[in-house]
């Protein structure tokens, strides 16, 4: 099976900070991994695809990169909406996938 | 656009079954397009992927509880099904119809979810 090791489990930001989540697998996943948001209440959210692609509608403060086992999740500059909690999903072995632990977001 | 709705109980007793569906509008349970899945959320925790089934039928499940889970289709009511056995307090969660797209793995449709909490 497939680990994801996601971090921080938590994070404190201020508006307009710099933001970045990493996630790494256990194995090669190649690109095959998404990030998702999560606001409380709500089901999660498609935000990244295939470690570095922007899902339409999805404002571009948001970003993804690397590949092989290596993720990082960036917010360039943070909004008082983005607080959530952040997950990557690894599908390398689609259908069969596996979520990191998640990272919630707050504003200092 | 798919749109996706969980149904089923609320409150299950320990060692019992739950069992819930999802009905699928906007679009066919046939569709080689998805994976039709399950992801489950405890209270306060993160997402854990139950399983999945495909139009041909062929199912996937998680390892750590494939020997509890069974999830079916019913073509006619356009529904599919989850049915995790022996529960346990652990089971108690939030649980999520979802759909992935068969050629991209992204989860693009999502049920409200609803919580089931099991106790006696």
């Known amino acids: 099976d497939i680990q994801m090791t996601q971090s921080p489990s938590s994070l404190s930001a201020s508006v307009g900070d710099r933001v970045t989540i990493t996630c790494q697998a256990s194995?090669?996943?190649?690109?095959?991994l998404n990030w998702y948001q999560q606001k409380p209440g709500k089901a999660p959210k498609l935000l990244i695809y295939?470690?570095?692609n922007l899902e339409t509608g999805v404002p571009s403060r948001f970003s993804g990169s690397g590949s092989g086992t290596d993720f990082t999740f960036t917010i360039s500059s943070l909004q008082p909406e983005d607080i959530a909690t952040y997950y990557c999903?690894?599908?390398?072995?689609?259908?069969?996938?596996?979520f990191g632990q998640g990272t919630k977001l707050e504003i200092k | 656009q798919l749109q996706l709705q969980e149904s089923g109980p609320g409150l299950v007793k320990p060692s019992e079954t739950l069992s819930l569906t999802c009905t699928v509008s906007g679009g066919s349970i046939s569709s080689s397009s998805y994976y039709w899945g399950w992801i489950r959320q405890p209270p306060g925790k993160g997402l854990e992927w139950i399983g999945s089934i495909y139009y041909s039928g062929s199912t996937y499940y998680n390892p750590s509880l494939k020997s509890r889970v069974t999830i079916s289709v019913d073509t006619s009511k356009n529904q599919f099904s989850l049915k995790l056995s022996s529960v346990t307090a652990a089971d108690t969660a939030v649980y999520y119809c979802a759909v992935a797209i068969a050629a991209a793995g992204t989860i693009d449709y999502w049920g409200q979810g609803t919580l089931v909490t099991v106790s006696s």
């Open positions: 194995q090669d996943i190649s690109n095959y």
């Open positions: 295939d470690a570095s």
């Open positions: 999903q690894q599908y390398d072995n689609l259908p069969l996938n596996t």
